[in-house]
């Protein structure tokens, strides 16, 4: 994958489908840090240069309000358009 910061759709999957009680206590904190900056590039690029997969990956991963991490930061300290 060549989006920096971005994870691939078959990682997240991989991690997804591992149960937690196989999982060592490095690859909980690595999947943590890596959901993190996943999530930080998402909201980082704009919806217009996302491919469809990465869009798709994206909704499926947050639960898609079409809303950007900055702007849920936003709302939620009430200085966004949805306070």
């Known amino acids: 994958m060549s989006d920096?910061?971005?994870q691939s759709?078959?990682?997240k999957a991989g991690a997804?489908?591992?149960p937690d009680s196989e999982k060592s206590t490095t690859e909980h904190m690595g999947d943590k840090?890596?959901?993190t900056g996943d999530s930080m590039a998402s909201s980082m690029?704009?919806?217009?240069e996302k491919?469809?997969?990465q869009?798709?990956?994206d909704s499926v991963s947050s639960g898609n309000t079409n809303e950007s991490l900055l702007d849920k930061a936003k709302n939620a300290m009430?200085?966004?358009d949805k306070a």
């Not at 690029?45 to 217009?48: A, C, D, I, N, V």
Request: hydrophobic share 30%; net charge positive; charged share 20%.
């Open 4 to 6: 920096i910061g971005r």
């Open 9 to 11: 759709l078959s990682d």
């Open 16 to 18: 997804a489908l591992k």
């Open 33 to 35: 840090l890596k959901g």
């Open 45 to 48: 690029q704009p919806q217009s």
């Open 51 to 53: 491919s469809t997969t």
């Open 55 to 57: 869009k798709m990956g």
């Open 78 to 80: 009430g200085m966004g």
